[in-house]
Nanobody, 123 residues
Framework: QVQLVESGGGSVQPGGSLRLSCEVS????????IGWYRQTPGKQRDLVAL?????????ADSVKGRFTISRDNDNAKNMVYLQMNSLKPEDTAVYYC???????????????WGQGTQVTVSS
């Protein structure tokens, strides 16, 4: 069973920073992409940032230059981070960690999601 557990959400004033973390655990073969989406009430879940197994990154235009995604596969842990700087009220959302991975060599790749962590940017 694969689990994604996010941490690091919270409340911050405009212009502040937060760092989100996500640990992927369980029966993992290869993680092809890992990253973050966000969602506000009544709206669809939108891409924030993704990083591939080759360290290629993709960012939403609205966060380019402010957010940085990184990953760490050391110490037998599969982690992804989202450093969020210069936060704006419009960044307020539930942030979801997601990974596209397989659970064994040759198995098909599937998408997995965490439970989400709230980020609130308000004065």
């Amino acid at each position: 069973q694969v689990q994604l557990v996010e941490s690091g959400g919270g409340s911050v004033q405009p212009g502040g920073s937060l760092r989100l973390s996500c640990e992927v655990s369980g029966k993992i073969g290869t993680i092809y992409t890992i990253g973050w989406y966000r969602q506000t009430p009544g709206k669809q879940r939108d891409l924030v940032a993704l990083i591939t197994m080759y360290d290629h990154t993709n960012y939403a235009d609205s966060v380019k230059g402010r957010f940085t995604i990184s990953r760490d596969n050391d110490n037998a842990k599969n982690m992804v981070y989202l450093q969020m700087n210069s936060l704006k009220p419009e960044d307020t959302a539930v942030y979801y960690c997601t990974a596209n991975l397989n659970t064994a060599w040759g198995a098909r790749y599937e998408d997995y999601w965490g439970q989400g962590t709230q980020v609130t940017v308000s004065s």
